[in-house]
C-alpha cells in the first residue's frame, strides 16, 4: 500500500435515536488508510433545529448530495441498527440515479428488512409500552424515570427513527421485489450479546446482496458500535479496499482478510 495513496472514505451512520457521538473515536481506532465520516441526520446535535425524517423521500433527498464518491476514489458506508437501513436506502438511490456505488456495504445490529424488527415494529406504541421495550431489550439508560430528561430529550427522537426504519424496511420490500438485491459487496456484522439482533438474524442480510456477503461476530451488546473490535474490523476492509484501487476487486470471496464468506 502505498504511502501516497488517498484514505477511504468510511461514512458512517448511527442507531435510532444517536447522533455522531459513538464514531468520535474512530480515526484513530480504524488505524491507517481510512477516513472515518460520520453522517449527522436532522434533528440531533448540530442539526437539532431541523425537522426529523421519517420517510424515505426525505431521506434520500437530504443525504443523497453528502454521501458520494470523489474523484473517482472508492468509499465504503457502514450503518448501525437504524443506520443499516439508511445505508442501504442510500445505495439504492446511487443505483437508481446512475451513481458511483460503495466499494463496499457494511451494516451491524441490524435485521434485514424482510425480517421482524421488535423496535421499529412499535414505532407507534404509547410512550410507556416502548419504554417498557426499550428496557426490556436493553436499549435505555439504567435509571430512566417518567418525565426525566431521556424520556423528554431523546424519547421523541428514537419514536421518529424507528418510524423511519419502518418505513425504509417497507421501501427496501418493494425495491428488491422490482429489482432484486444490491450488486455490491456486503459486510453483515452481529453483536455476541445482542437480543434486537443475534447472528443468525443478521446473516439474513445474504439475500440482500448479489455480491459477495462475509458475516462477522464482535463482542457486545446492540451497541457494540461504542467499542473497539467494529472499527478495527471496518479499517481492515478499508484497506482491502484501498488496496485494490477502484475496489471492483472487492467483488472476490476475500472481501475481509481471514473471514469466511
Excluded: N
Excluded at 455522531?20 to 480515526?27: E, K, L, Q, T, Y
Excluded at 442510500?90 to 460503495?102: N, W
Amino acid at each position: 500500500m502505498a504511502d501516497t495513496a488517498p484514505p477511504v472514505r468510511l461514512y458512517c451512520f448511527a442507531h435510532a435515536g444517536a447522533g455522531v457521538s459513538a464514531f468520535r473515536r474512530w480515526a484513530h481506532s480504524t488505524g491507517p488508510g481510512v477516513e472515518p465520516v460520520p453522517v449527522l441526520l436532522p434533528g440531533r446535535e448540530g442539526r437539532r433545529r431541523e425537522p426529523r425524517l421519517t420517510d424515505r423521500e426525505a431521506l434520500v433527498a437530504d443525504l443523497l448530495e453528502r454521501v458520494r464518491a470523489e474523484d473517482g476514489r472508492p468509499f465504503v458506508m457502514y450503518g448501525h441498527s437504524l443506520g443499516a437501513l439508511v445505508v442501504h436506502t442510500l445505495v439504492r438511490a446511487m443505483q437508481e440515479t446512475g451513481r458511483p456505488l460503495p466499494a463496499l456495504v457494511a451494516v451491524g445490529a441490524c435485521p434485514p428488512p424482510d425480517e421482524a424488527s421488535e423496535l421499529s415494529d412499535a414505532c407507534e406504541s404509547f410512550d410507556e409500552e416502548l419504554m417498557d421495550l426499550l428496557r426490556t431489550l436493553g436499549a435505555s439508560p439504567e435509571g430512566t424515570v417518567p418525565d426525566g430528561y431521556w424520556r423528554r430529550a431523546v424519547l421523541p427522537v428514537l419514536r421518529d427513527d424507528l418510524r423511519l426504519a419502518h418505513a425504509l424496511r417497507a421501501a427496501a420490500r418493494g425495491a428488491a421485489a422490482a429489482h432484486g438485491p444490491l450488486p455490491v459487496p456486503l459486510l453483515a456484522v452481529s453483536g455476541d450479546r445482542d437480543p434486537l439482533a443475534p447472528r443468525a438474524t443478521v446473516a439474513g442480510w445474504r439475500r440482500w446482496s448479489a455480491g459477495p456477503v462475509v458475516t462477522r461476530t464482535v463482542p457486545g451488546d446492540h451497541f457494540f458500535v461504542r467499542g473497539t473490535a467494529l472499527p478495527r474490523l471496518l479499517g481492515r476492509a478499508c484497506r482491502v479496499v484501498q488496496r485494490s484501487g477502484s475496489g471492483q476487486e472487492t467483488r472476490e470471496p476475500a472481501l475481509i482478510p481471514g473471514a469466511r464468506r
